[in-house]
């Protein structure tokens, strides 16, 4: 596989300009990593994912495996992927299991399919809480080659990673992450699963206050994840969690699953990533998707603003933006704001802040600039009706707001600026943005809030808040690579038995590709049954080759191992049952 890798390697555009602070979660895919194993596993769920999902799952999942290259029998080369993608204006990237939802949508906004490499085990083999290439692969891929699909993807991921989060948020982000790679990694005690499954469980039950980054996760859960598509009493599937799973795929067909038809009132219906869903959503189309999704979008601070939108910013105690009605961009981690009839006078930020005007930031107002904070008063000012934004360069200069003029302005709410203008900073459309005064005093009532020893005083002009949004209006103006995981996925253990049974998954594989006849099916099942009783999906693979060259009695014998593993382990019956039928069915 190594030389997969190492020829015709093609990078995607879209990949290349992705920002610094997306790409610091890419990691190689390392194909070479995948075991025989691994490769089993990926087959099995393929093949009868396929064969299943040809009946219940959407068109454009049965179209899209075509389209995108995604191969059954083997796990799909990064590189190979993104060939085929760019023909349809998508890319995909390799990441190590869950990364942050902001993080996650925003490579969406990009139109980069965000992929976790690692493969369950075997053992996980229904369904997994944990990202991995079956689901991102097998689940997303697909789906995205139908345009309607894709472009609700994309606008998704753009308006998505605006949400504003909680602190909560973050917490619960990073125990779903540690729990999903507990869960998946080889012989953890069932005490410490139970432990921080308790944690997850108290997290989500006491979240407080919703945020905007919880309520569009929901949508993405019910649509993207989880989603229907057709009407509740006759539902295809189109969610990746659904298609990627040959366990949840077919339990969400029963009517043990409740189908509600999709809306707006899916962002507040929580889930719960541990167990199965025991209702999902039926959209009628993917046009209606993207209603819903504008709707919701309606409700964001990213449109509202307003004082709501800045004590959303104030709580969620982490870097966001704040646009005045003139386009000015303020971004930063914002800790005060003063309000008078409903309305916002004055906002404070703390330490480094950027000011910004069409996601560019301003000449001279970084964050070396701005590094203790960034306070203005905003509004109009008392008495008068035009606001400063609005005013011509003749008015301007009646009301004395020009360059050298000691000036006081007067806003309404009390907030007093005196001092004498430097400049003024306009934007394209000539309105004034910006103006700068030296020797100046800002209060408010009593309170002293800037002093003229702290330096030029930038007043932001504007008359309101009309947008505020999580993250930086320009992400050059701060250092976002600092992304260090909680916890990091946990490779698989190499024992001297697991290594010996790899060996036979892969002399199995190499004989059925008919690159190595060494080893014969008899002699391989022979060493399996002696030394590995216990493996299921190996004598599954056995069984296709002695029925494909028409051994009779080899094909009996498989039968009866098979017969004592299900006898052995119930819960394992069904998946051995469904293999066997898969090939019986593909001999006919």
Known sequence: MSEILDKNIESNPLIDRLPPHLKQYIKPQNYEDYTPINQAVWRYVMRKNVSYLSKVAHKSYLDGLKQTGISIDQIPNMYGMNRILKEIGWAAVAVDGFIPPAAFMEFQAYNVLVIASDIRQLEHIE?????????????????????????????????????????????????????????EAENTPEEVIQEIEEQVDYLQKNMG???EMALIRNLHWWTVEYGLIGTPENPKIYGAGLLSSIGESAWCMTDAVEKIPYGPEAAHKEFDITKPQPQLYVTPDFAFLSEVLEEFANTMALRTGGPEGLQKLIESNNLGTAQLSTGLQISGVFDEMITHKGKVIYLQTQGPTALAYHEKELVGHGTLNHNRGYGTAIGKLKGINLAIEDMSPKDLKAYKIYEGEKITLEFEGDIVVTGKIITGTRNLQGKIILISFEDCTVTHKERMLFKPEWGVYHLGVGKKITSAFSGPADFRSFDLIHHKPGSET???????????????????????????????????????????PEDWLLPVELYELAIDENLTEFCREIEEHLNQISEQRPNLSHLIEDGLELIRAAKI
């Open 127 to 183: 369904y997994t809480p944990a990202p991995d290439i079956i689901h991102e692969g097998a689940g997303h891929a697909p789906i995205i080659a139908n345009p309607e699909y894709a472009e609700y993807l994309r606008r998704f991921g753009e308006i998505g990673c605006k949400a504003i989060s909680s602190a909560k948020d973050y917490e619960l982000y990073e125990a779903v992450r540690k729990l999903s790679i507990l869960k």
């Open 490 to 532: 946990i490779k698989a253990s190499k024992s001297e038995k697991r290594q010996e049974l790899e060996s036979l998954y892969l002399a199995v594989r190499k004989y059925r590709e008919g690159k190595d006849t060494r080893f014969s099916p008899q002699a391989v099942f022979d060493l399996l049954k002696k030394y590995h």
């Open 209 to 211: 206050k919703t945020s």
